[in-house]
C-alpha cells in the first residue's frame, strides 16, 4: 500500500507560486475564479492567502500577496522560494500604470532564479479604455525579461482568458 | 468592562490604518503597531482576534464594509484595555451584533460607525447601549451578565427589531 501510495505521489508534481501586483488589480479575485469557475465579490487580503488547487499530476501552493505598499517588503522572501509568479496588472487603471511598472521592475530584478516562469495578466479587460497588449510589452520592457513569461488578457469578472492563461502556466510545469 | 479606547481600523491605500478611535487616548508610535494587531495576517471577513500588545490587551472583530463605488473593504472593530479582566465573549458579540444589525438596516458605512463610537465606549460602560443612528432607526443592546450565561448567544437577548 505505501508502495502505491509513493508511486501517487512520485508522480504528482508540486510547485509554488505567487500573484502579485498592486492592490485592487483583481489578484484574490483571479484565484478565486480559478477555484470556483465564477466570479465573487472580494475585499483587499491582509498580508496573504494561501490556496492549494489540485490538478491531474500537479499540485499548485499559491501565494496570494496583498498589493498595498505596506505589505510589498515581504512580497521578496516568498517570492524567491517560488517556482513562477503571476503578475496582475489593471490594464484599466492608467492613472497607476507607472507605479504597477515600478513595482513589476522591482519584482522581477529581486528574482535569481533564471528558470522562473512569469505569467503576467492584463485584468479587467471587460473594462473600457483599456492599455492594448502590444503597447503594455513595450512599455514594460518585457522583450528584455531574461525569464520565460507571456500576457494573457483576462477578466476576473467574466472569466475571459484566465483559463488559458493558467493552462499555458501549469503547461510550464508538468 | 470599561475599555481604555474602542477603535476602528480599516485597510487604506498604504495597508492598514486607524479611522477614529475614541477616546483618542493611545499614543500615535502604538496605534501604527497597534493596527497590523488587529487585524491578523490572512484573516478574513467574520473572524475574530485577540492579542496582547505591550501592556494593552485588544479584541478585535473582522468585517466587511461597503465603500462607495469601490469593492468591499476590510475593516476591524477594536475594544482596547489596560487589563486582563473583561469578558472578550461580550465584546466579539456587541462587535458582530453591532456590524449585522446595521448591514441589515442599510446603513453599515464607515461614517456611520465613526460616529456611534463614542456612544457605543458609553454603552460598554453601563451594560447596555441605544444608539440612534438617524432619525428612524435605533439599535439597543443590553451586554449579557458576566458569569451568567458567558457562550450563550447575545442577539437571543436582543429586542426586535428597533426601528422608531
Redo the contacts between chains.
Keep these: 500500500m505505501s508502495f502505491l501510495l509513493n508511486l501517487f505521489r512520485s508522480r504528482t508534481k508540486h510547485a509554488d507560486i505567487t500573484i502579485c501586483g498592486l492592490?485592487?488589480a483583481g489578484k484574490t479575485t483571479i484565484l478565486k475564479f480559478l477555484e470556483t469557475g465564477e466570479f465573487v465579490?472580494?475585499?483587499?487580503t491582509?498580508?496573504?492567502?494561501?490556496e492549494t488547487l489540485h490538478l491531474p499530476n500537479l499540485q499548485i501552493n499559491v501565494f496570494d500577496l496583498?498589493g498595498?505598499?505596506?505589505?510589498r517588503n515581504m512580497w521578496h522572501n516568498i517570492n524567491e522560494k517560488s517556482d513562477g509568479i503571476v503578475f496582475v496588472i489593471d490594464r484599466s487603471n492608467i492613472m497607476r500604470f507607472d507605479e504597477a511598472k515600478d513595482v513589476f521592475e522591482q519584482t522581477i530584478h529581486a528574482q535569481l532564479d533564471q528558470d522562473l516562469i512569469i505569467l503576467i495578466l492584463l485584468n479587467k479587460s471587460d473594462e473600457s479604455d483599456v492599455i492594448e497588449k502590444s503597447l503594455f510589452i513595450e512599455e514594460f520592457k518585457l522583450l528584455d525579461l531574461p525569464f520565460k513569461w507571456a500576457v494573457f488578457e483576462t477578466s476576473a469578472k467574466t472569466g475571459e482568458g484566465i483559463f488559458n492563461a493558467f493552462k499555458w502556466f501549469v503547461d510550464e510545469f508538468v | 468592562m470599561k475599555p481604555l479606547s474602542l477603535c476602528l481600523i480599516n485597510?487604506?491605500?498604504?495597508?492598514?490604518e486607524l479611522v477614529k478611535s475614541f477616546p483618542d487616548v493611545i499614543p500615535t508610535d502604538s496605534m501604527s503597531q497597534l493596527v497590523y494587531k488587529t487585524?491578523?495576517?490572512?484573516?478574513?471577513?467574520g473572524d475574530f482576534a485577540s492579542t496582547t500588545f505591550n501592556d494593552l490587551n485588544l479584541t478585535s472583530y473582522i468585517f466587511?464594509i461597503p465603500t462607495a463605488d469601490?469593492?468591499?473593504?476590510?475593516a476591524s472593530l477594536v475594544a482596547v484595555f489596560n487589563t486582563t479582566d473583561y469578558d472578550a465573549t461580550s465584546i466579539k458579540q456587541v462587535f458582530s451584533w453591532v456590524v449585522t444589525e446595521l448591514e441589515k438596516k442599510d446603513l453599515l458605512a464607515t461614517s456611520t460607525l465613526e460616529g456611534i463610537l463614542p456612544k457605543l465606549y458609553k454603552g460598554f460602560s453601563k451594560g447596555q447601549f441605544k444608539i440612534e443612528i438617524t432619525s428612524t432607526s435605533t439599535i439597543k443592546f443590553d451586554f449579557p451578565k458576566q458569569g451568567n450565561d458567558k457562550n450563550g448567544n447575545a442577539i437571543d437577548k436582543l429586542s426586535d427589531d428597533l426601528w422608531d
Excluded: C, H, K, Y
Aim: net charge negative; no cysteine.
Design positions: 492592490d485592487d465579490e472580494t475585499t483587499p491582509m498580508g496573504v492567502n494561501r496583498a498595498q505598499e505596506d505589505f | 485597510m487604506g491605500a498604504r495597508g492598514l487585524i491578523p495576517m490572512g484573516s478574513n471577513p466587511r469601490q469593492r468591499d473593504n476590510l
